[in-house]
């Protein structure tokens, strides 16, 4: 069977990402044939790595998909406010999608993104990546086979991370939600993904609060500088450090992030300390995206769930799933899932293959990276898995997290078939 083509629209972390796993997981199953990216280093390591013509690789989308199709499947992993464009162009041209979530920060655009797909008869495969790791299929399994019976509550925390936040969604591209999409959407629409697809019914209603609490101006240290390349006066003790985290001790995901170089060098390092917002004081940045949320949802048959987003933590998702017969406590840091059965009163823990990695960036989504890449050939070849998403079952699932964001700066309680109506 020949290998399937693929045009790359986005070449950021997320395009970098999925086309590596692709050539080097998948090697001889796909082919990249064409590339989009306005960032020279970025698109000439797609045109090296995927050995493209010269011809073949874009500065922008636009020349590329008009284009007769020529490839099976575009991926699509621009910023979050540019998805939309590309992708109508793109199903209009008859491809099917792979779309890095959030669909797009409009519901109105999200829905119209559902509406071309189905009328043109192709896939769009969003990036739910969640749902293709061994920790969640799990999970959703314990939940399909009785396991705890029926499900009756669910609490959920996403853990942030302290430095994933201030790294994301304070200095970087998702700070500022004029720029991007707002936090709930941007962060957590995969758990609201995660908590319709394991529950197996409609949500009903929304209640959310949340707020921009602590990495504000008037919390920053006294005497600390507009950067903290200039010289701070808390800098061994601050653990957003951008001297620390960007130039001395860089990670393989923070550094090349802030430079928006694929191989930077100490100079790259050094310029984005002085000249971008990811040098900048923490707390002197223009991000305007909440640092801790929750959000209470009503689900079918009286399901009820507390989902909480926290930046104020280690990082890690913790879930507690309580069901008429007994209750699930699972960790995925670590890939342990613990079940306590109620007429036995026994535990028994299972360990989710912990090789699979950790569920940040870094560690590849805890497998979902490289889970949803094969699942994509997969429906390529015409079989489609369990964790496979139709485009309006994720549609609606991003219906909840516009729904959490309005409950929350209104202050009010969702009725989502109301809401739905609107859309």
Request: hydrophobic share 35%; proline share 3%.
């Amino acid at each position: 069977m020949s290998a399937k083509k693929v045009i790359v629209i986005g070449c950021g972390n997320r395009g970098k990402t999925y086309t590596d796993i692709m050539s080097n997981e998948f090697a001889g199953e796909f082919e990249v044939v064409a590339v989009a990216e306005p960032i020279e280093d970025r698109r000439e390591y797609m045109r090296k790595k995927h050995c493209i013509p010269a011809e073949m690789c874009f500065e922008s989308w636009e020349p590329l998909l008009e284009m007769e199709k020529f490839a099976d499947v575009a991926l699509i992993a621009t910023m979050d406010r540019d998805h939309y464009a590309p992708a109508m162009a793109a199903i209009e041209k008859g491809y099917d999608l792979m779309l890095e979530k959030p669909m797009s920060p409009s519901p109105e655009e999200c829905r119209a993104i559902q509406h071309a797909a189905e009328q043109k008869g192709v896939f769009v495969l969003v990036c739910h990546v969640l749902r293709f790791t061994k920790f969640f299929k799990a999970l959703k399994n314990m939940i399909d086979d009785g396991e705890v019976g029926r499900v009756m509550a669910i609490q959920h925390l996403e853990g942030v991370g302290d430095v994933h936040h201030s790294h994301s969604f304070v200095r970087g591209n998702w700070g500022n939600s004029d720029r991007s999409s707002c936090m709930i959407l941007q962060k957590s629409c995969h758990d609201m993904d995660i908590l319709a697809w394991m529950i197996g019914k409609k949500c009903t209603s929304v209640q959310s609060y949340g707020t921009l609490s602590y990495f504000r101006r008037e919390n920053a240290p006294e005497g600390s500088p507009e950067r903290c390349i200039d010289g701070c006066p808390v800098a061994d003790t601050c653990p957003y450090n951008a001297v620390k985290l960007y130039v001395e001790e860089p990670n393989k995901w923070f550094g090349p992030a802030a430079t928006k170089k694929i191989h930077p060098t100490q100079e790259d390092y050094e310029r984005s300390a002085r000249e971008t917002q990811f040098g900048k004081c923490v707390f002197k940045c223009d991000n305007n995206v909440v640092d801790h949320q929750v959000v209470n949802l009503r689900f079918g048959d009286d399901v009820l769930v507390d989902f909480c987003m926290s930046a104020f933590t280690r990082g890690g998702r913790v879930l507690r799933i309580m069901g008429t017969k007994g209750e699930i406590n699972a960790v995925m840091d670590g890939n342990k899932i613990e079940i306590y059965d109620f007429i036995t009163r026994e535990r028994r823990t299972v360990d989710v293959d912990s090789k699979s990695g950790n569920e940040t960036i870094m560690g590849g989504h805890g497998g979902g990276d490289s889970g949803i890449v094969l699942a994509l050939l997969d429906l390529l070849n015409g079989k489609k898995s369990k964790s496979i998403c139709e485009i309006k079952e994720s549609c609606d699932s991003h219906m909840i997290a516009f729904a959490a964001e309005k409950a929350r700066v209104e202050g009010t309680i969702i009725d989502m078939r109301s809401f739905d109506s609107e859309y």
